[in-house]
């Protein structure tokens, strides 16, 4: 009965370290999955631009409709030249716009987002930045 109880202690004791790596190494895996899907579809609306003169106005234009991130809320996009004043667009912890012409993002795990990527709704998001310079979380930004 001893045995019992210290094999189960030992099988708990590594459950108790593995889990919560496992869990993180999930999460990371996420954020690189969404990483990836933003880089692309960023690289597919600037080609868009490139060839029609203009950015489209959906994510629709180029085939992205009903695409997912990785927690299951669809990606972000607004097209600058569609939009009426800077209060939509994704702004850095200074409230100025991170693009020049479109916004492209991932609302993150907990799928909530607002304009500045200094609040904590935003700290989480998947982010195109700086053009495309930058992709990845925004609380890293």
């Not at 597919?44 to 994510?59: I, K, M, R, S, W």
């Not at 629709?60 to 800077?86: C, E, R, T, V």
């Amino acid at each position: 009965m001893v045995e019992l109880l210290i094999t189960m202690a030992v099988i708990l004791t590594l459950s108790a370290i593995a889990i919560p790596r496992l869990m993180s190494a999930i999460n990371q895996a996420k954020v690189a999955k969404s990483v990836g899907d933003i880089r692309a579809i960023g690289t597919d609306v600037t080609g868009y631009a490139f060839e029609n003169g203009q950015y489209p106005n959906t994510l629709a234009d180029i085939g992205y409709a009903n695409f997912n991130d990785p927690w299951g809320n669809p990606y972000q996009y607004l097209n600058f030249a569609n939009a009426k004043g800077k209060g939509q667009m994704r702004k850095d912890r200074f409230l100025v716009p991170i693009n020049t012409f479109f916004d492209l993002y991932s609302m993150g795990p907990d799928g909530k987002s607002v304009s500045p990527l200094t609040a904590q709704a935003s700290q989480d998001d998947i982010i195109w930045a700086n053009d495309g310079d930058y992709v990845g979380v925004a609380s890293e930004y």
